[in-house]
């Protein structure tokens, strides 16, 4: 257990980020599923149109920190693929 005023407010301070960080995972996680379900379903108008929202989580998702850069790229481009 923390003793000073600083670690606990450290420790207050994690909870709440990865809370945050957590939920952000997930909702990209939540996108990349449903824009596979599109896929599946032989909806490529849709699939397209939402993979730009997929792209924007992805990227918001790196910037905070939560995935890396690469790993956001590396998402995006095996989405693309699976339109061709």
């Known amino acids: 257990m923390p003793i000073t005023q600083s670690a606990k407010k450290a420790n207050r301070q ?3 980020r990865k809370t945050r960080n957590e939920e952000k995972k997930r909702d990209l ?3 990349v599923k449903e824009y596979k379900k599109l896929v599946a379903a032989k909806k490529m108008d849709e699939a397209k149109a939402y993979l ?4 924007a989580r992805a990227d918001k998702t790196a910037k905070a920190g939560v995935i890396k850069k690469n790993r956001a790229a590396r998402i995006k481009s ?3 693929r699976l339109l061709q």
């Open 29 to 31: 996680s939540r996108a």
């Open 52 to 55: 730009a929202q997929v792209y």
């Open 14 to 16: 994690n909870a709440r």
């Open 78 to 80: 095996r989405l693309a």
